[in-house]
């Protein structure tokens, strides 16, 4: 089985579940319906950001942001690899960006 985020990268159901027993992933719901997921690497200094989804419908309501910043609280630093449509989400989340090839690698301390 497949598992594929929002912006349609491709992970493992077993990278997930390894996520999900590290207690690396942090997930968004509302009335016991998940609307929303962040999927989270540690690093020996904080952490990565390797997927972050919200349901289509529930986009535009901070549900984002709350699981960056639950992240950020876990985690410091929190990088994430993004392509150009999203900067302006990470920037606004007090990212530092910086181009890498055709994507972006941003950073909070």
């Known amino acids: 089985m497949r598992v594929l985020d929002g912006a349609m990268l491709e992970i493992s159901a077993s990278v997930v579940e390894d996520r999900i027993d590290a207690g690396t992933v942090l997930v968004a719901d ?25 349901r289509r419908r529930r ?13 950020a609280d876990r985690w410091t630093p929190l990088t994430a690899d ?8 990470y920037e606004k989340l007090g990212f ?8 972006y690698r941003g950073v909070l301390h």
């Open 30 to 54: 509302d009335d016991n319906r998940i609307v929303g997921a962040l999927v989270a690497m540690p690093r020996e200094e904080g952490a990565h950001v390797e997927a972050i989804a919200v």
């Open 59 to 71: 986009r535009g309501r901070g549900i984002g942001s709350r699981l960056v910043a639950a992240a």
């Open 82 to 89: 993004f392509d150009p449509p999203v900067k302006p989400f």
């Open 96 to 103: 530092d960006c910086e181009r890498r090839g055709d994507r």
